[in-house]
């Protein structure tokens, strides 16, 4: 095995033990529950789960997905959320090189992870993250070699700013609110990272995205509650990590379409 392969199970298993964590924050920061204590239980019968049966993925394979203790099935999530965290750190250092750079970006996607997920279940962007997001993204953005505190200071003021204009500007055309306040709090943390490109393409990305989900969603309007919202901050932190990973590129890409 070569050092770099070793290197890229050892980001892997951190990247599982960390999606771990995420998974709580997901469970339990909606429920304004505290994300150290008590050790993690079972939902439904309150049996503190074993060290043993809390091996990320693994154990929710030899359970066979189902609780020890009362056998109530375990969502795919957990595995999923756990999956994604490990692939993430993976491709992220293979991106931007071992390094703080990486770090920075790897918190950034965790947080987004959680955000996409609460959102999805309580349609609800908790303040909890972003409200220390905002800052501590910006502190990010002067350790990141792409990024400058002008830039991110623009992109902080326009994805907080020009978000708040449009939903302002929704509300005096239909009388009520369109985009939430979460929307636009992420929208600040993203760009305060990412810069005022990073803004605009993460807004771009996540427009046509959510369009095609609501034109998908209406197409199968007999299933659903048409007047279910649907959560705009997972489309956010999609273009965002879009923007992230191919956003140079693209955006290359589509001037050349243009000219
Ligand atoms: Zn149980």
């Not at 109530?72 to 750079?101: D, N």
């Not at 803004?199 to 007047?227: I, K, N, P, Y």
């Amino acid at each position: 095995m070569t050092p770099e392969t070793l290197f890229n199970i050892a980001a892997f298993a951190y990247g599982l033990c960390i999606g771990s964590f995420l998974n709580v924050c997901i469970h339990r920061l909606p429920a304004a529950m505290s994300i150290v204590r008590p050790r993690s239980r079972c939902p439904v019968c309150g049996q503190s789960i074993r060290w043993y049966d809390n091996i990320p993925v693994l154990s929710w394979l030899w359970l066979r997905r189902k609780c020890r203790d009362c056998a109530t099935p375990i969502p795919w999530r957990y595995p999923l959320v756990e999956l994604l965290s490990g692939v993430f750190a993976v491709i992220t250092i293979a991106r931007f090189g071992p390094g703080p750079a990486s770090l920075v970006y790897f918190c950034f996607i965790a947080a987004l992870l959680v955000i996409t997920f609460i959102d999805l279940d309580h349609q609800i962007i908790p303040n909890a993250i972003t409200l220390p997001g905002i800052p501590l993204c910006f502190l990010g953005a002067l350790v990141v070699p792409a990024m400058t505190w002008q830039d991110a200071l623009m992109g902080l003021a326009v994805g907080g700013g020009g978000l708040y204009l449009v939903g302002w500007a929704y509300y005096l055309l239909k009388g009520k609110e369109g985009m939430g306040g979460g929307d636009i709090k992420l929208l600040a943390m993203i760009g305060a990272l990412t810069g005022l490109r990073g803004v605009v393409f993460t807004l771009f990305v996540a427009s046509a995205t959510g369009t095609v989900a609501g034109l998908v969603q209406m197409a199968a309007a007999r299933l659903v509650d048409m007047e279910r919202r649907i959560p705009f901050g997972p489309f956010l932190a999609f273009g965002a990590v879009i923007y992230l990973f191919y956003g140079r590129e693209l955006i290359l890409w589509y001037l050349r379409l243009l000219s």
